[in-house]
């Protein structure tokens, strides 16, 4: 058996080389520029317990890039605003987050974040094990949110009100929601459903710019 484990370990790093697949992307340095290149993708091996699957969790935490004129890179969080590659036709997009302090306990802790719902009110789903590449929204209840106001740039777990009166005043507090668009929402919203929310205020700033 021993003979047979260094073999055993080179089969299994080659597969993993044979994954992994330099992508066509991009970076967002910290100056905001924009540089193109390729970005290392390991694609997923294992189904998440909720029947889709999961991206390279590693992602959340740093990403190797390798620039049009050669450079090869590792970045962190910290090191640039965002990255993102072409998978399958499907341009998918991160962006680097840094949650509220005291935000379920990371604050201190940036990470790159899917961005999944984009307009006035940004949507993200990151951390270990909420990278889906076939996000399945309806089972997905962690988000992260940001506005370009001072909303709320944190971890939303099941916080917001089902009654529309109390709701409103959250969604007014979190994100400065205009009084027009929260006369619409109906009388009573599952806690589960706030990115619907999120979305139908986007579609609904579009409309009234």
Known sequence: MKRFLPLIIFLAFRTTMI???????????NSGDTVRGQI????????????????????TWKIRFTAQAGQKENYKPKEIRGFGFQLHEIWIHYETITPQKGMAGLGKYEFFGRLIIDGPVKGYVGMEGLGYFNL????????????????LNGFIYDLFSTKKKKLAQELKYFFQMEDAFLDSLPEKVEKERVYKIIRSYNDWKKAHP
């Open 40 to 59: 290392v993708y390991t694609p997923p091996k294992a189904r998440g317990r909720n029947g889709t699957y999961e991206t390279d969790s590693s992602m």
């Open 19 to 29: 994954n992994a697949l330099d992508l066509p992307g991009y970076i967002v340095n």
């Open 136 to 151: 399945d929204e309806e089972k997905t209840h962690d988000w992260w949110f940001k506005t370009k106001g001072a909303g």
